[in-house]
């Protein structure tokens, strides 16, 4: 009998030739492509038709909340256009965005300044050196600066549509005060200033004569000044001294401080039918004094942040200086509708000229009325001026002659007028003096507005006592301030100097000046 073998042996299985291994393979690369993106476990979905219509209404409620909460932002805080469109071209035309930076300190003065206010940097890496740059033209909106490393004779050409806008940026701060006779000792004196003044305020955003009351004071720094119930003239003035370095609600070191001031006088500031009145209590003469003041500080606010609140606060306070004017001799005086004395027609005049540079709508009488007013004050034909016209024979001063050819620098005569020439030997003459804050405030001004060798002279001497007689830091607490240095100082104190210093400091770019700019072209 036969036996059949059995093979329990697997079949073998069939060898696969290389275009199946091929397809095989690729097959297998989809298959694991379809398991990571999820396409196989998800399964296909139609329209659904109902629902696209909220989907759709949906998104556009939340894009029209988005945009509606960027307006409401950007019209709170309009210098956030500014800022956004504010750059700096080069010839290549290359942009890049303009950066807020303090002017820098040489070393040997590193020791006498805060190190809070100097940076660290080199002078070197300043935008411009010494000789500043060859074009710059500003705008309200926009800074063009173009330099030429080979050939910077100076600032060329310097377009302005706003009489605040040379503090306004670092590079033209720095250019300004290269120009026009400013230094690196100076600006140091400025912040130190500055560190001072903001030491001092006090919580409600004010300041105060009696400097003292400050909680961090406790009297260490001395000459508190007599108008103790005058805050809004301190405030205003402070806020001067701040607004004249640059700084804003939107710019600067000192965005709060600033802040904080211009709400406390838009707070303090009384509506009445002739305008805002921001004379607050007042004790002795120091009413139109305070109203000028802070009318001052609001114009110049409004025209370096274009703050529609600001303006409005502006209006009426420059309404109630042109409503409290005597219609008949054109001057100002204590009160609204005395008789005027040429000191507080010095402060209004000041306040209508920043209001004319802040765009408010003025009446032509109110500045022929002013002039009417410094041809009764007048003497020396025209040269130098008096306190009171109305007294009997009274004398010319230096310090009423300054204020009156600030006045009429700002009324209109020109760099060829024989009677302002002659007024401007006067104080060449005089020269700054040590003991009359006061006068050399208003002086230095003539003297920077009339410009050549006789601002040269002048400001050698102003600007070194200035730095020279300020307290430094190893005093403490004074440090940043200056002694009173002023016959009629003793009312405001030692914040009244400071202030005056700080702003007489600040003057290389604070004022554009009106005679000596070269080929700067002033649109307004």
Not at 36 to 60: A, E, H, N
Not at 281 to 292: F, H, L, P, S, W
Not at 356 to 361: G, M, P, T, V
Not at 426 to 447: E, G, I, R, W
Request: proline share 6%.
């Amino acid at each position: 009998m036969s036996t059949e073998r059995i093979d329990s042996s697997p079949p073998p299985l069939p060898v696969p030739n290389s275009s199946s291994l091929r397809a095989n393979r690729s097959a297998t690369i989809i298959a694991v492509a379809e398991l990571r993106s999820g396409s196989v476990l998800r399964p296909q979905r139609s329209l659904d038709w109902k629902t696209l219509p909220v989907v759709i209404l949906s998104s556009l409620i939340l894009h029209l909340i988005a945009l509606g909460l960027c307006a409401m932002i950007v019209l709170k805080s309009p210098q956030l256009i500014e800022d956004i469109f504010t750059t700096v071209t080069d010839r290549e035309g290359n942009t890049d965005p303009i950066v807020e930076q303090s002017l820098l300190q040489p070393d040997d003065l590193q020791e006498k300044t805060p190190q809070s206010i100097v940076s660290q940097e080199s002078t070197a890496n300043l935008p411009f050196d010494n000789t500043g740059p060859i074009d710059l033209n500003i705008s309200d909106t926009l800074a063009q600066i173009e330099s030429d490393s080979s050939n910077i004779p100076g600032l060329a050409d310097l377009k302005i549509a706003n009489e605040t806008a040379g503090r306004m940026t670092a590079q033209t701060k720095k250019a300004m005060l290269t120009k026009f006779g400013g230094n690196s000792a100076s600006e140091a004196a400025v912040a130190s200033g500055m560190k001072w003044l903001s030491n001092h305020q006090l919580p409600d955003g004010s300041w105060s004569f009696a400097h003292s009351k400050h909680l961090e004071c406790k009297g260490q720094c001395s000459q508190d000044g007599s108008f103790v119930s005058c805050p809004t003239g301190a405030t205003g003035m402070a806020l001067l001294a701040f607004l004249g370095g640059g700084h804003t609600s939107h710019k600067g070191d000192y965005q709060r401080n600033v802040k904080r001031a211009v709400d406390f006088l838009l707070r303090s500031g009384k509506p009445t039918p002739t305008g805002l009145d921001l004379r607050g209590k007042v004790i002795a003469n120091e009413g139109m004094y305070v109203q000028g003041l802070c009318a001052i500080a609001l114009c110049e606010c409004a025209a370096m942040t274009k703050d529609p609140r600001v303006k409005k606060g502006a209006e009426g306070a420059i309404d109630f200086i042109v409503k409290a004017q005597n219609q008949a001799d054109g001057g100002w005086r204590y009160r609204p509708g005395e008789p005027g004395d040429m000191s507080v027609v010095g402060w209004q005049v000041m306040a209508l000229k920043s209001g004319y540079n802040a765009k408010l709508r003025l009446p032509s009488q109110v500045f022929k009325g002013a002039d009417l007013f410094l041809r009764k004050a007048e003497t020396a034909g025209g040269s130098q001026y008096v306190y009171d016209p109305a007294a009997d024979k009274p004398p010319s001063t230096p310090t009423m002659t300054a204020v009156g050819l600030l006045c009429r620098m700002y009324l209109g005569w020109d760099r060829k007028n024989k009677k302002l020439a002659e007024g401007v030997q006067y104080l060449d003459k005089l020269k700054p003096m040590p003991n009359n804050m006061y006068y050399n405030y208003y002086a230095t001004q003539v003297m920077h507005h009339w410009g050549g060798e006789e601002w040269n002279r002048w400001n050698e001497v102003m600007r070194d006592q200035l730095i020279r007689t300020q307290h430094p830091l190893t005093d403490g607490h004074l440090a940043g301030s200056w002694d009173v240095a002023d016959p009629h100082g003793g009312a405001g104190g030692r914040l009244y100097m400071t202030c005056l210093s700080i702003m007489t400091l600040e003057v290389y770019y604070r004022h554009l000046p009106m005679y000596s700019r070269e080929t700067l072209k002033v649109d307004f």
